[in-house]
């Protein structure tokens, strides 16, 4: 089993920066895809970053150059680093684990509001 916790977040004025942490409080990270994903008010919840156990990375393509993800197996915690934040990035972000082997289950932190203001 795994869950899992998020901090950081906040409001911010455009172009600032941010960043939301994710940390397994049961389980660990091993063989599991983590990312995080965002939803807006009367949005689908989307993919933000992925941090794939393999080592591959990828970003939305709104949030390339601006976004980064970084994982610490060792720790287990998944950081998402926003910079040059935009309004359009506000949204509650969601932490996300899946595993890479057998039925694929994943796992939800609660969220973590971020907020920015033009």
């Not at 965002?38 to 970053?49: C, S, W």
């Not at 996300?96 to 939800?108: C, E, H, P, V």
């Amino acid at each position: 089993q795994l869950q899992l916790v998020e901090s950081g977040g906040g409001s911010v004025q455009s172009g600032g920066s941010l960043s939301v942490v994710c940390v397994a409080v049961v389980g660990t990270f091993n063989r599991r895809d983590m990312g995080w994903f965002r939803q807006a008010p009367g949005k689908q919840r989307e993919l933000v970053a992925s941090s794939m156990f393999n080592g591959k990375i990828i970003y939305l393509d709104s949030v390339k150059g601006r976004f980064t993800i970084s994982r610490d197996n060792a720790k287990n915690t998944l950081t998402l680093q926003m910079n040059n934040l935009k309004p359009e990035d506000t949204a509650v972000y969601y932490c996300n684990a899946q595993n890479t082997y057998g039925s694929r289950a994943d796992y939800w932190g609660q969220g973590t509001q971020v907020t920015v203001s033009s």
